[in-house]
């Protein structure tokens, strides 16, 4: 795999005056997602772990519903882009070629991303009788400890990451990318191949929480997504159905929480 990263000359501004220096950039290349020969979806996305996103994708989109229903996975750099060739098992891939039937019918144009409002507004999984809870102290943590293992951010100040967070255990593990969906599915991808069990702890993200980033963790099986920027409305009222504790806008000690309260174990609040 190529660098994720590259070096260009600009022209920089500083209090000492004017000069050519070169930054350190995230590069973002076109990644087609295909399933038996077919293009089902292309992104912009940082070209680094392309495997994990191809496997975080299949299974926060629910073309598969688990890593063993992928036979293989393959990237092939186009030069323009990237194909990653994903090949479904035989089950996996009758079911989703059923699904494509449905969806291509009604728009007449093929798959080209999400084809309607019903696919966008899917059904979410209920995350509802998950008891993990987490402590305040966590949630602090938690954003401070995924800020250590932002090696791309620091190098270009232009990424998004998503992280992990086990209590007693820290970010266990961490994706970048240009895209915030793209490094929350990255990050699904490697939780699926690592084997770990999404439902023991919290989605980390640098982002603000779109309705997107609740339905994908709550694909994941994740009770808790935490976030460093505000949610959208859509978002809450998304969490407060499927049982998703939303809390976001950390802030050094400081954050909000926006649903289900009662897994995060913090002191009496008076109503503002």
């Known amino acids: 795999m190529t660098s994720p990263l590259a070096k260009v000359l600009r022209t920089a501004q500083r209090m ?15 990644v087609a997602l295909s ?7 292309v992104m912009m996305a940082t070209p680094d772990d392309l495997e994990d996103f191809a496997l975080g994708f299949s299974l926060t989109e629910g073309i598969v519903s688990s890593p063993d229903e ?5 990237v092939q750099d186009l030069g323009a882009g990237f ?3 994903i090949r479904l098992k035989d089950t996996a891939n009758k079911r989703f070629e059923a699904r494509r039937r449905r969806l291509a019918g009604p728009v007449g144009c093929g798959l080209c991303g999400i084809e309607s409002i019903e696919e966008a507004m899917r059904e979410v999984r209920s995350v509802a009788d998950n008891p993990l809870s987490l402590t305040g102290q966590d949630v602090v943590q938690s954003v401070q ?3 250590e293992k932002q090696t791309l951010h620091r190098q270009t100040g232009a990424v998004h990451a998503a992280g992990f967070y086990i209590a007693g255990q820290g970010i266990v593990s961490a994706r970048e990318d240009v895209g915030r969906h793209n490094a929350l599915d990255k990050l699904a991808g490697a939780l699926a191949k690592a084997g770990i069990d999404c439902a023991s702890g919290a989605v980390v993200i640098t982002s603000r929480v779109s309705v997107e980033m609740v339905q994908k963790a709550a694909a994941m099986g994740s009770p808790i997504v935490i976030a460093v920027s505000a949610p959208t409305a859509l978002a809450v009222s998304t969490a407060e159905q499927c ?4 809390v976001a ?5 400081e954050f909000d929480i926006f649903t289900h309260p009662e897994r995060i174990e913090i002191g009496a609040a008076n109503v503002a």
């Open 83 to 85: 194909d990653v060739q």
């Open 249 to 253: 806008l950390v802030r050094g000690n």
């Open 35 to 41: 399933y038996g020969g077919t293009t089902h979806a």
């Open 70 to 74: 992928i036979e293989s996975v393959s």
């Open 145 to 147: 400890h995924l800020s």
């Open 16 to 30: 000492d005056g004017t000069r050519m220096a070169a930054r350190v950039l995230p590069k973002e290349a076109a």
């Open 243 to 246: 049982g998703q504790t939303v």
